[in-house]
């Protein structure tokens, strides 16, 4: 089993930048890809950023394509969503995920950071 916590949600003002960080312990020889996701209340959760830990190779959704990137440290088994450019729209929980790549990140998830935009 693998396990995965996030953190560095907080407020931010419209224009500014946050790091999140997720870091996963456990069973991690049983993922090969982590993403990010986040959610507002009353829509679905949706995919953003993701990255495979083997090759570095990442996928970005057009919805923050050119704000947000992704990057790992696998000494330390944690990807980061840097976020810049903040809009007040970015306000949603976010959550880590992590999975074999080429399926849906299913398996694993985190218990998601609050993110606050104003």
């Known amino acids: 089993h693998v396990q995965l916590v996030e953190s560095g949600g907080e407020s931010a003002q419209a224009g500014g930048s946050l790091r999140l960080s997720c870091v996963a312990t456990?069973?991690?020889?049983?993922?090969?890809?982590m993403g990010w996701f986040r959610q507002v209340p009353g829509l679905e959760r949706a995919g953003l950023i993701s990255?495979?830990?083997?090759?570095?190779?990442?996928y970005t959704a057009d919805s923050v394509r050119g704000r947000f990137t992704i990057s790992q440290d696998n000494a330390k088994n944690t990807v980061y969503l840097q976020m810049n450019s903040l809009k007040p729209e970015d306000t949603a929980i976010y959550y880590c995920?992590?999975?074999?790549?080429?399926?849906?990140?299913?398996?694993?998830w985190g218990q998601g950071t609050q993110v606050t935009v104003s």
């Open positions: 456990g069973a991690t020889q049983d993922i090969g890809c």
């Open positions: 995920a992590a999975d074999r790549c080429g399926v849906p990140f299913l398996n694993y």
């Open positions: 990255i495979s830990t083997i090759n570095g190779r990442t």
